[in-house]
């Protein structure tokens, strides 16, 4: 039964022409990828709006939120250039990626953590150790 629904499914999306792929995505700072089943044909920008959604479904650390627009999308092989969010997932004919956090969001959160690290150690100098 289970191989009928099954077969049933698959000719539909077969129909539909629309070709899934996995793909795996390594999130910088995570403990390990996003596995994701997309068509070939959804823009970087959907993968994006799409690997931050089951991030945080998952619970996972650090916390990234959800604006695909503060996030760049990478393949190993097209080196140091982000992908385009306009084009085609399918089109680089790779299956591995890697997202990572635009640099100037990068900064602020390096900032904020080093203003409470900041605070926290001018606090610990401020305090008063008394003789005994």
Known sequence: MLSLRF???KDRVMKAGCNR?????????????????????????????????????????????????????????????????????GSFGVRTFMLCKKPDQVAEMTKKSSDTWKSWFRKTLSMKVTPH
């Open 21 to 89: 792929i996995l793909i795996n995505i390594n999130v910088v700072g995570s403990c390990g990828p996003i596995r994701l089943v997309v068509r070939e044909d959804m823009v970087v920008a959907s993968v994006i709006e799409t690997a931050l959604k089951s991030y945080a479904q998952e619970g996972r650390f650090p916390v990234l939120g959800t604006q695909f627009s503060g996030f760049f999308l990478y393949t190993p092989v097209a080196g140091t250039e982000a992908l385009n969010p306009r084009e085609m997932i």
């Open 7 to 9: 077969k049933k499914m």
